[in-house]
């Protein structure tokens, strides 16, 4: 068989993206890269938004009109699959096999029906199940939990992926051993609120440490950087940012979403913290992390937000002067209790207030970066940019970087990069050797010369 993944949404759908394919491969299925190519098609869907439940939807219906052509089997894995809207997607679009969120080892069984399979139940090995690593990749994902016990009245997660479930410290160390023997130098550890770790339903789990016990312990593994994403202020505390300041691992990024400025706000989304304790967390990371880089993810136009509302949001930016953000509109998605209750504003003033906010995400991504200019910085060199002769990568407080390849230095790798020019979204250096200077660039031929010295030119 040959089977194609397409992945839509989060870093954890990512990682159970590759856990799939692991499971495809041990049943003797080949990956190709294209729908082309393929006889099985899974994708990977989310939820959360609006948007990319429209990309599933029109895909699926492309899928459809392949399938009226030649033999194909279509499979939706992920959260829309856990959801009545994609079932009955799923329904019209003659989806063959769907797999909820908490049923991807139901891989196999899918396989071997031979016709319709759906599976949705929540099941317990998948928190014990260690997928192989990848392989040539310096930087993994690692799943430290999944679901998620709060609810966030915008949110469907918890309803897609059911309440929160940590996993094992030893099998998160066994499964860190894996990606470390196989080369991995950054783990980033996931959950959908990461400071919750070990106490699922409100109860400490015996055996279980605290997350910033876990960020110790993976912090002796021997893995060069940690980073971890997400937080919820809710669950935040000290010892955390303490953990991080005393583990040399752990990368100065902290990821924290506020959503919104606006306390009144707050109160809506059930966030369970107020603007003042916000500040109050982002104070405290500060006091241990004084290089600390921050992000945040923010939501426009929830319900009820007024121009004041929006204008806290704005001032808090300020205030916390952010290094960047995932900024959305907000999306009512049916079977939320913001959905069901609120009033959604109108999509002007939502857009409206959205380009604002990138103006000042913009403002600050631009004095932060230029901060950089003239600093060395460890970038993690992924491979390939875009232009040829360039590589990219990211620095331990996860801004994307590019340089030019260099003599002794021309692919992935840790790297010190003289950072020499900046943009709000972009860091551009070159690698730089013991004595801290650049290593010389390997040149880049121009088109012209490059196509004088080519066989057919010459004959
Ligand atoms: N668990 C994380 C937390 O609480 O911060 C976030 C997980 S959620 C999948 C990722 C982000 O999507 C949220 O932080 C929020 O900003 C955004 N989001 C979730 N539901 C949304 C909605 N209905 N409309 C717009 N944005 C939404
Ligand atoms: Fe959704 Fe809130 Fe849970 Fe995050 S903490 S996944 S926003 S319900």
């Not at 994902?141 to 997660?157: A, K, Q, S």
């Not at 935040?236 to 583990?247: G, H, K, L, S």
């Not at 966030?271 to 426009?300: C, F, M, W």
């Not at 207030?353 to 631009?366: A, F, G, H």
Request: charged share 20%; with cysteine; proline share 6%.
């Amino acid at each position: 068989m040959k089977a194609h993944m397409i992945t839509y949404g989060c870093q954890m759908n990512e990682y159970d993206t590759h856990l799939v394919q692991s499971q495809l491969v041990s049943f003797g299925a080949d990956l190709v890269d294209s729908i082309d190519e393929a006889d099985f098609v899974l994708v990977n869907t989310c939820a959360v938004r609006g948007k990319p439940v429209d990309k599933v939807r029109s895909l699926l219906g492309q899928l459809r009109k392949i399938k009226a052509q030649r033999p194909l089997v279509v499979g939706m894995m992920g959260c829309l699959a856990q959801l009545e809207e994609g079932q009955q997607m799923a329904r019209k679009f003659e989806v063959d096999v769907l797999l909820g969120p908490g049923s991807l080892l139901d891989i196999g069984a899918a396989l071997e029906s031979n016709g319709r399979f759906w599976g949705l139940q929540f099941k317990d090995e998948l928190h014990e199940h260690i997928p192989p690593s990848p392989t040539g990749r310096l930087q993994a994902h690692l799943t430290i939990m999944r679901g998620c016990d709060h609810h966030c009245t915008y949110c469907i997660v918890p309803t897609t992926r059911g309440p929160q479930v940590s996993r094992s410290p030893d099998d998160i160390l066994r499964e860190l051993d894996l990606q470390l023997a196989a080369g991995v130098q950054e783990v980033t550890l996931l959950g959908q609120n990461v400071n919750a770790y070990g106490v699922d339903g409100g109860a400490r789990l015996a055996g279980y440490p605290s997350f910033a016990d876990l960020l110790r312990m993976v912090g002796r593994s021997g893995v060069r950087r940690i980073k971890f994403t997400t937080s919820h202020p809710m669950n935040f505390t000290e010892d955390v940012a303490a953990a991080m300041a005393e583990t040399p691992a752990v990368c100065d990024f902290v990821h924290l979403p506020v959503q919104s400025g606006s306390s009144r706000v707050l109160r809506r989304m059930a966030r369970e913290y107020s603007r003042q304790e916000y500040l109050g967390h982002i104070a405290a990371i500060k006091k241990h992390l004084p290089n600390v880089v921050l992000a945040t993810d923010i939501i426009v136009g929830f319900p009820g937000e007024t121009e004041e509302d929006f204008q806290e949001t704005l001032s808090l930016y300020d205030e916390v002067g952010f290094d960047s953000a995932y900024m959305f509109i907000y999306s009512p998605r049916p079977g939320t209790p913001s959905y069901k209750h609120f009033a959604d504003l109108p999509r002007e003033l939502k857009t409206e207030r959205l380009q604002r906010l990138i103006v000042k995400q913009k403002e600050w991504s631009k004095l932060r970066n230029a901060g950089k200019v003239g600093t060395v910085q460890e970038v993690l060199l992924r491979g390939d940019a875009h232009s040829e002769g360039f590589l990219e990568g990211h620095t331990r407080g996860n801004h994307p970087t590019v340089v030019p390849r260099a003599v002794g230095a021309d692919g992935a790798g840790m790297y010190p990069v003289l950072i020499g020019h900046s943009t709000p979204h972009m860091l551009y250096g070159q690698i730089v050797g013991a004595d801290g200077q650049p290593l010389p660039e390997i040149p880049r031929l121009e088109p012209q010369a490059a196509a004088l010295s080519s066989p057919l030119q010459m004959a």
